[in-house]
């Protein structure tokens, strides 16, 4: 079973689809960089030239060749000269084109009436009316042509956007047909930098097209140098045989001068012995003088056919020698065109391989971000349990802070004027104790003065005892002083020192015997650290004093079922 690649079809498939992406991006390219350049182009503009060899190319697809002397010869002049009978006015292009002094090969006509048509912008709309007329161009195209299949007449539609571009060309001075239809792919390539996302998969894979397209000229141009290059072997084993033909036919000249110069001989020889014979012999040498010129005129009629025939052997030759010298030139264009598409699948090769590189790091990185991704979520997961978790904290703490307002609040409604009122007697018996300490100041003074001067017979027991009653009454104001205070700072405080004082109990709770012992504000208790670590106000205190957690639970519930 033969491989599908092999194929005829699928080959000719194959090249109708690389060259409608040659004709994409050339089209393209070209529209691209006349906008940016912004003036009229001209035919030493390289993007110009390039669509026009790509047109080339396009139209030479499918093509049937024409046996002549020279060999088979293609040539798309025959099918643009269609054009003129389905567009009148293509009609003035054609006759510019024959009128041109310089073209004398049919391929320079076609070049000529390419670049006319694009001056004239009417491309698209001869390339157009030709491709709907498959009837005419089945006499020049094969069936699977590209100009026969729908590759043309998408060619055709990507031709109008060249209506906006304004182009000059000097048609005279201009060699068009000796000219290398060669495509310069290094035009269409572009660095994979620049690439991003999807953009680079479509890039590497025109690449590849292109690749593939290339390989596949520089196949069917080794193709046609080993044609040539038979031809060229059959044209010397033809030269050789029409010079040993020649020769041949030298030696039959020289044998042929050599008779003639033996019956001119004898010719004359006969003549003179007419001449002094009898007349009866001259009748005999008569007939045969008749035969003899006879043979003569043959052999001169023989002669000037060889000669005749000599004359076509040269011109053949010299036509020969002028297709050799043909085909040389042809087959040096086109191992200059394969170097050059070599160098360029080189050139292509090293792209390929940079561009696999590029994309191996990409995925590498591509895979060390998916990795940071992963642990990025992972992290981000983290935080959003820690947040919630801190979240339920906040709450819970709110609550707290809620309650305890509440307590505070609840606090001050019950002790709120214990507490004014207190104050109001602390304020009172400091006013009683500046007025006792004035007096007390008074008194001293008094004492000091009588004893400076002492009185006879005076007794001085009163005096003592109003000292004593001063000093009890000063006394019972400081203790009722410091009752006072005690009582709004740490009213328990007098409580607990005993209990700290005290040798180290164990805990109520854990039965933790540690030197570390706290006594719960409530229900007196001794109670550890891990037992005793909430803080409430409680009736006794404003401030919020340690609980052991049984009276915590137990004032919380107090707390939140008493009215507020």
Request: glycine residues 4%; charged residues 30%.
């Amino acid at each position: 079973m033969r491989d599908d690649t092999e194929d005829p079809n699928y080959l000719m498939a194959n090249e109708r689809m690389n060259l409608m992406n040659m004709a994409k991006l050339s089209i393209k390219g070209l529209i691209e960089s006349a906008l940016n350049l912004g003036r009229t182009l001209d035919s030493d503009y390289a993007p110009l030239q390039q669509f026009f060899v790509v047109m080339e190319h396009c139209l030479k697809h499918g093509l049937k060749a024409k046996k002549t002397f020279l060999g088979q010869n293609k040539s798309f002049w025959g099918p643009l000269e269609l054009v003129e009978k389905l567009v009148p006015e293509a009609a003035e292009i054609t006759a510019s084109v024959k009128d041109l002094p310089g073209l004398k090969t049919p391929v320079g006509r076609g070049r000529a009436w390419l670049r006319l048509a694009l001056m004239q912008k009417k491309l698209s709309e001869y390339m157009k009316a030709l491709i709907n007329k498959k009837e005419l161009l089945s006499e020049f195209y094969e069936p699977n042509a590209l100009m026969m299949e729908e590759e043309g007449a998408i060619i055709a539609g990507l031709l109008v956007g060249l209506n906006v571009i304004d182009a000059n060309f000097c048609m005279k001075g201009e060699d068009l047909d000796s000219q290398v239809g060669v495509i310069d792919f290094s035009m269409y390539l572009k660095d994979g930098n620049s690439s991003k996302g999807s953009e680079g998969d479509g890039q590497i894979t025109a690449i590849l097209d292109q690749k593939n397209y290339v390989e596949e000229l520089n196949r069917h141009l080794n193709a046609t140098v080993n044609n040539l290059q038979a031809k060229v072997d059959a044209l010397e084993k033809s030269n050789t045989k029409l010079t040993e033909e020649l020769a041949v036919a030298n030696n039959r000249i020289i044998t042929l001068q050599e008779e003639m110069e033996r019956v001119k001989e004898e010719s004359s020889y006969i003549l003179e012995s007419n001449r002094k014979g009898p007349k009866q012999d001259r009748t005999a040498e008569g007939q045969a003088l008749s035969e003899a010129r006879k043979h003569l005129k043959e052999e001169t009629q023989l002669r000037l056919d060889v000669e005749k025939e000599l004359e076509i052997q040269i011109s053949m030759r010299q036509e020969m020698e002028l297709a050799m010298k043909m085909l040389e030139k042809d087959v040096c264009e086109k191992q200059d065109a394969l170097v050059s598409l070599r160098q360029q699948l080189d050139d292509l090769r090293a792209l390929k391989h940079e561009l696999a590189f590029k994309l191996q790091s990409s995925d590498l990185g591509v895979k060390q971000k998916s990795e940071l991704n992963s642990r990025l979520e992972e992290k981000t997961n983290q935080m959003a349990a820690t947040i919630k978790q801190l979240e339920q904290r906040l709450r819970q703490a709110e609550r707290g802070r809620q309650s305890a307002e509440l307590d505070n609040r609840l606090f001050k409604q019950d002790f709120g004027d214990k507490i004014n009122s207190l104050q109001l007697e602390v304020e009172e018996l400091t006013r009683q104790r500046n007025q006792l300490e004035l007096e007390l100041k008074q008194e001293k003074e008094r004492r000091l003065h009588n004893r400076s001067t002492p009185e006879k017979g005076q007794k001085p027991e009163p005096k003592v005892d109003g000292k004593h009653k001063i000093q009890e009454e000063n006394d019972k104001i400081k203790k009722s002083l410091e009752e006072n205070h005690r009582l709004l700072s740490h009213p328990t405080e007098e409580q607990d020192q005993p209990l700290l004082s005290e040798k180290p109990q164990m805990c109520q709770l854990c039965q933790d015997d540690s030197l570390k012992k706290n006594v719960c504000k409530n229900c007196r208790g001794t109670f550890c650290n891990a037992c005793s670590t909430n803080e409430l106000p409680l009736p006794s205190s404003i401030k919020p004093e340690r609980v052991c957690n049984p009276c915590h639970k137990q004032l919380m519930k107090q707390y939140s079922t008493s009215p507020s």
